[in-house]
């Protein structure tokens, strides 16, 4: 039998999460990540990237029309928010129970980045 290996890259960012963009033409604006697309390496951000998108109408949209909505942004251009509200590095360390935790690099105290799903 042959075994089966996950190949996916860990990511710096995660579903839930608070982020900030550093590069782009919505640089320094911050939101929560909606969703990750991991094979183009891109997530949605809430109110980051806003596009204009021209619809027919439809059974969900009745007169259609323009619906503005947001685009994905490389997640290269995206930092971690920790508590402080500062875009901070992550690494992944273990915790007091074993399980593996990230960890803002940029404060002095490594404070652990948690996701608070609302």
Do not use: C, W
Not at 42 to 52: T, Y
Not at 83 to 90: C, I
């Amino acid at each position: 039998m042959e075994r089966k290996f996950n190949n996916q890259a860990k990511r710096h960012v995660k579903k839930g999460d608070m982020v900030m963009v550093i590069a782009g033409d919505d640089k320094g604006k911050k939101g929560r990540i909606i969703e990750i697309k991991t094979a183009t390496e891109r997530a949605i951000v809430e109110g980051v990237n806003i596009v204009s998108r021209h619809t027919k109408p439809n059974a969900q949209n009745q007169n259609g029309g323009i619906i503005k909505k947001e685009a994905p942004v490389h997640i290269s251009n995206l930092k971690v928010v920790d508590k402080s509200g500062n875009a901070t590095r992550t690494g992944r360390k273990l915790n007091d129970k074993g399980k593996l935790v990230r960890y803002s690099k940029s404060s002095d105290s490594g404070e652990i980045i948690d996701i608070k799903k609302d």
